[in-house]
């Protein structure tokens, strides 16, 4: 009687390679004007379909008349249907980025400086010409070993995600990067 072969497990390896979009998060400073502030929030809840929140300021910086709780930006944070409004977000940059872009834990950010660069978005006058940032995290299966409650731990530095490979991954996005 022959012995019973193990099922193999094909391309373990490259599963656990692979590289995801984590989550975008738009961002927009706005100072300490509150009228800014509304048309921030309203601009980044039109960009991504959610409620965006109002970045605080931990400080107090007397110059810039700053103090600890003073509404000075607004975020939005997205973890799902990323690769279609990072698209979108990418072609108002051109679908060019530069190297100094990426960081050396292989998340990217950019800057976008109107927002009617944006596809699908027209030009409001309410909300006049703004700009904002664009921040995105990038990750590989396993990495939840690094924000679970308990036990958790660090990554190890052979699946860490380098900067070229997170080049690589926006240039299969279609992204030119220089």
């Not at 990072?86 to 050396?104: C, T, V």
């Not at 950010?109 to 904002?132: N, Q, R, V």
């Not at 679970?148 to 530095?157: A, D, H, S, V």
């Amino acid at each position: 009687m022959a012995p019973k072969k193990q099922p193999e497990l094909k391309h373990t390896a490259h599963l656990l390679k692979q590289i995801k979009i984590a989550k975008v998060t738009l961002n927009i400073g706005v100072g300490k004007s509150e009228e800014q502030l509304k048309r921030g929030l309203k601009l980044l809840e039109k960009i991504s379909s959610q409620k965006p929140v109002a970045t605080l300021s931990k400080k107090r910086i007397p110059a810039w008349g700053l103090r600890p709780g003073l509404a000075i930006g607004c975020k939005v944070t997205l973890r799902k249907d990323t690769e279609v409004l990072l698209r979108r977000l990418l072609a108002a940059k051109e679908m060019k980025l530069s190297e100094r872009n990426f960081d050396l834990r292989g998340n990217f950010s950019f800057g976008i400086p109107e927002y009617i660069d944006i596809s699908g978005l027209e030009y409001d006058p309410e909300l006049k010409i703004m700009g904002l940032e664009v921040a995105v995290t990038l990750e590989r299966p396993g990495y939840r070993i690094k924000h679970r409650r308990i036990k958790n731990t660090i990554i190890g530095k052979t699946h860490l995600i380098t900067k070229g490979e997170a080049i690589t991954f926006v240039q299969n996005l279609g992204v030119e990067v220089q």
